[in-house]
């Protein structure tokens, strides 16, 4: 997994000085977030932040479930929680999973896309056949995140077992994905992108934002198996950081934070809340729509 640590030293922009004076954003800001982002939070958003605050970001990617019941279990602890489902903002909602989070904040989308290796035999097939016929050949090689640990895997069972009702074809989400831990498909979120770009995958399920930020070549699904993350916001309980929390939500809600996702291929929503609205931070609350 990827860590990250930057000294942030400089003035606050409209967004965080909205929520408090820039001096008031210090400590460290422990953000865990969903592997996909990796490339927004390392070249992006936390070189933005840099500029903007008076603290110490530190972010850890990993998928988003798997980091929820790290949250959980006390293994990681975190200031802000970033996640590409909703989900797993409700593996840690309510008494029964230790009220770890209280609401959360959904503020963009990404939908999931096959990227492919440009040298891969298979890229012409991609680009001239269905994409489910192609999925099926011969010695394909395939790459996907755990379901159980990442929503990015569980959205590709969701997307071919909509191709199989879809198109009609019984028993194809087992035939081209096998078992959910099937071994030689399931890679961690963190390397899948690198898995392909060494030519060791030739077509993975990915989001839209990590191809176009990473300059993967993929084709788009057709809307009837259209299945796509929701990236959430949230600081869990007790945060260690509460000031450096609130500053950090504010500033990816705002106006430079939405440039940055937009410059990473993420499609910017407006922010909408879920959850406990009274538990939500005062300075957040005129950011995002009550849902």
Do not use: C
């Amino acid at each position: 997994m990827l860590r990250r640590s930057l000294l942030l030293a400089a003035p606050g922009l409209l967004a965080l000085s909205a929520l408090r004076p820039a001096h008031a954003a210090t400590g460290t800001v422990n953000v865990l977030y969903a592997g996909s982002l990796v490339n927004l939070m390392e070249h992006g958003l936390g070189a933005a932040f840099d500029k903007a605050s008076g603290g110490t970001f530190h972010g850890f990617a990993g998928g988003s479930t798997g980091l929820a019941n790290q949250i959980k279990g006390k293994l990681r602890q975190a200031d802000v929680f970033v996640s590409a489902s909703p989900s797993a903002d409700k593996v840690l909602m309510g008494a029964d999973n230790g009220d770890w989070v209280r609401w959360y904040i959904t503020f963009a989308a990404s939908p999931v896309v096959l990227g492919y290796a440009p040298t891969s035999k298979f890229a012409a097939d991609l680009k001239s056949k269905p994409f489910y016929e192609v999925l099926q050949e011969p010695g394909v090689r395939i790459g996907r995140t755990d379901p159980k640990l990442d929503p990015k895997g569980a959205f590709a069972y969701a997307l071919m077992e909509k191709a199989e009702k879809a198109y009609n074809l019984p028993g194809l989400t087992r035939k081209v994905l096998g078992a959910h831990d099937n071994p030689e498909q399931v890679r961690p979120e963190e390397s899948l992108v690198g898995r392909m770009q060494s030519g060791a995958v030739d077509i993975g399920f990915f989001y839209s934002t990590e191809t176009t930020d990473l300059k993967i070549p993929f084709v788009t699904l057709p809307r009837e198996v259209s299945v796509g993350a929701d990236y959430t916001v949230t600081i869990p309980r007790d945060p260690a950081n509460a000031a450096g929390a609130e500053a950090f939500v504010a500033f990816l809600l705002g106006a430079q934070g939405t440039a940055e996702m937009k410059a990473h291929g993420l499609d910017a929503i407006a922010p909408k809340l879920t959850g406990d609205a009274a538990t939500l931070p005062a300075a957040l609350k005129k950011l995002v729509a009550v849902g």
